[in-house]
């Protein structure tokens, strides 16, 4: 093996394991997305454009593979007229 084949190799190990930590910290964050646009009558390109982000982020959070800064969770929480609370709930164990 040559060494830039090594370092591209280390380099993939690198980000699966970024995914990897990044996918089990989604996991503690629910969200009510889908039942929100449902109740306002909303598609997800509709809720990205009226929280100015992308239509990929909200299909992100909504199959909880991406956690929202709290930028973006205050964007989606306004469209809506809720507390961030009401839109992401956390698991209260990771909290403590």
Do not use: C
């Not at 060494?3 to 394991?17: A, D, E, G, P, S």
């Not at 205050?74 to 990771?94: G, H, L, M, S, Y």
């Amino acid at each position: 093996m040559t060494m830039k084949h090594f370092i591209l190799t280390i380099i993939v190990v690198i980000l699966i394991i970024i995914v990897y930590i990044n996918l089990n910290e989604v996991k503690i964050m629910k969200t009510k997305l889908k039942e929100l646009r449902a109740r306002f009558g909303m598609n997800q390109t509709e809720l990205a454009k009226r929280a100015h982000i992308s239509r990929q982020t909200v299909s992100l959070i909504e199959r909880e593979e991406f956690m929202p800064s709290l930028l973006i969770a205050v964007k989606i929480a306004r469209v809506f007229e809720e507390p961030i609370e009401e839109v992401f709930q956390f698991d209260e164990e990771e909290l403590q």
